[in-house]
């Protein structure tokens, strides 16, 4: 089975280098992207889009379930990491490391509790797959963070690869299944043309 793991497409907030709300929408930028995604991956094999319950994830998923007619749900599972009191400020204006495991933000969550809650989600991934068929596809749309932390906890990836990994908005990595962790794309943004392009990572 075939694993789309996607990152949303970019916000003004990506761009401006603001930490984004849960209610943060696509800039015109981002829902071009959307629909270049839809219509690259509008005829692949997906059965069902597990999908971030936050707005930007929501218009991105939008187009590419449209194309295909698949079975869509919302888990808060792929939230981005909770940035409590500092989302809404811009990355200049904060005075600290935010990205850094040891960063506590005030009614946020601690890079341990985000990590935890990645673990879950990918596990919960696990049990819808076991529903499916073994041909279908299962796509996830979710954000910057969530990404960078299944890549590098949950696959089979070298530090010298990881290192190399860029998560530009609507890049998608697709793995086999949870079994080998086979990565067939990794993210993978050839489905843009060269005048989009994206910025931010949460």
Request: glycine share 10%; net charge neutral.
């Given at each position: 089975m075939?694993?789309?793991?996607?990152?949303h497409g970019q916000t003004d907030s990506n761009r401006e280098r603001i930490i984004q709300?849960?209610?943060?929408?696509?800039?015109?930028l981002g829902e071009s992207q959307a629909q270049q995604?839809?219509?690259?991956?509008?005829k692949s094999p997906?059965?069902?889009?597990?999908c971030s319950d936050y707005t930007r994830t929501k218009q991105t998923a939008a187009p590419l379930q449209?194309?295909?007619?698949?079975?869509?749900?919302y888990s808060e599972l792929?939230?981005?990491r909770n940035f409590g009191d500092i989302r809404g400020k811009h990355y200049d204006d904060i005075g600290e490391d935010f990205f850094h495991p040891d960063y506590q933000p005030a009614?946020?969550?601690s890079h341990s509790q985000f990590a935890r809650r990645v673990a879950q989600a990918w596990q919960s991934l696990q049990k819808i797959e076991s529903g499916l068929a073994s041909d279908?596809?299962?796509?996830?749309m979710t954000h910057g963070l969530v990404l960078k932390e299944i890549i590098s906890t949950h696959l089979a990836i070298s530090d010298e690869e990881l290192a190399k990994v860029d998560l530009v908005n609507t890049c998608v990595t697709v793995v086999t299944g949870f079994d080998d962790k086979s990565i067939i794309k990794l993210a993978d943004s050839s489905h843009l043309s060269e005048e989009i392009s994206s910025e931010g990572a949460v």
């Open positions: 075939p694993i789309y793991l996607v990152r709300t849960p209610l943060t929408p696509l800039s015109k995604f839809a219509n690259h991956y509008g997906i059965e069902l889009i597990v449209q194309s295909l007619g698949c079975n869509l749900i792929f939230r981005e009614n946020g969550e279908a596809g299962l796509l996830v």
